[in-house]
């Protein structure tokens, strides 16, 4: 059963620094280290009561996205990766920026609590990470909740829910991929991976795919976690950048050889043509780390590159 709230709280000065990362499983983050989740900056805090526990997710909405007004507005859900929060997703990516400038929701769901660490929250993901998947969190319920609430509250072109996620965020976004596929027009996976057994749906949807040779968290060529993560979230294995990229082939029914552009430290995999017009972009960072990368920090800024797949400044 679900119950909905909503807190307007005082609006709180937020500076992104130019190269701001943020960084995922047992990673420190560039800023807003000691910021709880009810700290916001001018965005609204949404309580959900799932399977009587209460469940929170930061809206940002753009001026003219209530019910009744005359443009419908794409939505982009943005998960967080474990030790995380909303707060340190949305203060890190900088996509509300984005969004009030190109006029899209954007949704940043938090997590449960993953170890023993105050205000620090994961996904139950399939394996990864910590307790939310040893206490079996059904977060893809969650999710479920909060597509409905938003879609409730505010003006939404259900054909244009889009989610991204970070690490464990990534994990989970491909699951939600999978299990609300009907809903979900096109998903972006930073340094996570498809660590999945199965998948229920076969449905052909966008996926942009971005992940760092250097990675140690979630290895770019799979393989098991480093000694640091597990210690706080448990051992798993990772699927590589490449299983994700199969997968996704096959999924949209992409042409095997895509179009190839190299600019040193990124190489970006363009596939076209593909089932449904949908369309996958592979990205791969030369020794790129476990962050979600701006510029000039890791040579590729991909927040700007969700907006710009998705095509949410295309209004």
């Known amino acids: 059963m679900t119950s909905r709230g909503t807190t307007r709280l005082a609006s709180l000065s937020a500076l992104l620094v130019a190269g701001l990362v943020l960084s995922g499983c047992a990673s420190t983050f560039a800023a807003a280290e000691d910021t709880t989740v009810d700290e916001v900056d001018t965005s609204d805090i ?34 967080h990766g474990a030790g995380s929060n ?8 900088g996509l509300s920026d984005l969004a009030t400038a190109d006029n899209f929701i954007v949704v940043y769901p938090s997590g449960t609590q993953a170890a023993d660490i105050p205000d ?13 998947v040893r206490a079996g969190v059904d977060d893809v319920e969650f999710i479920t909740a909060v597509l409905d609430d938003v ?3 505010y003006a939404v072109d259900t054909s244009r829910i889009f989610v991204a996620g970070f690490s464990n965020g990534g994990m989970m976004t491909y699951r939600l ?9 096109g998903i972006a996976v930073v340094a996570g991976a498809f660590n999945l057994t199965g998948c229920e749906s076969d449905a052909a949807t966008d996926a942009l795919i971005v992940h760092g040779t250097g990675d140690l968290t979630v290895p770019y060529l ?17 699927a590589s950048f490449a299983t994700a990229r199969a997968t996704w082939i096959e999924r949209d029914g992409c042409e095997e050889t ?27 960072i030369a020794d790129g780390t476990h962050v979600w990368p701006l510029s000039p920090t890791g040579g590729f800024d991909a927040s700007q590159a969700v907006v710009s797949f998705f095509g949410l400044g295309d209004e």
Request: include cysteine.
């Open 46 to 79: 949404h309580t959900l009561e799932i399977d009587g526990v209460n469940r929170n997710y930061i809206a940002h909405v753009p001026d003219g996205a209530a019910i009744g007004a005359p443009l419908t507005l794409p939505v982009l859900v943005v998960l």
């Open 86 to 93: 909303a707060h340190k997703m949305e203060t890190a990516t």
């Open 120 to 132: 620090q929250r994961a996904w139950n993901a399939e394996g990864c990470c910590g307790l939310p």
């Open 151 to 153: 879609e409730e509250q």
């Open 177 to 185: 991929s999978c299990e609300l596929g009907d809903r979900i027009a």
């Open 222 to 238: 799979g393989g098991p976690t480093n000694p640091r993560t597990a210690a706080r979230f448990g051992q798993w294995t990772n």
């Open 258 to 284: 895509p179009e190839t552009e190299v600019s040193a430290p990124v190489t970006i995999e363009t596939f076209t043509d593909c089932d449904d017009d949908t369309k996958l972009e592979a990205v791969t």
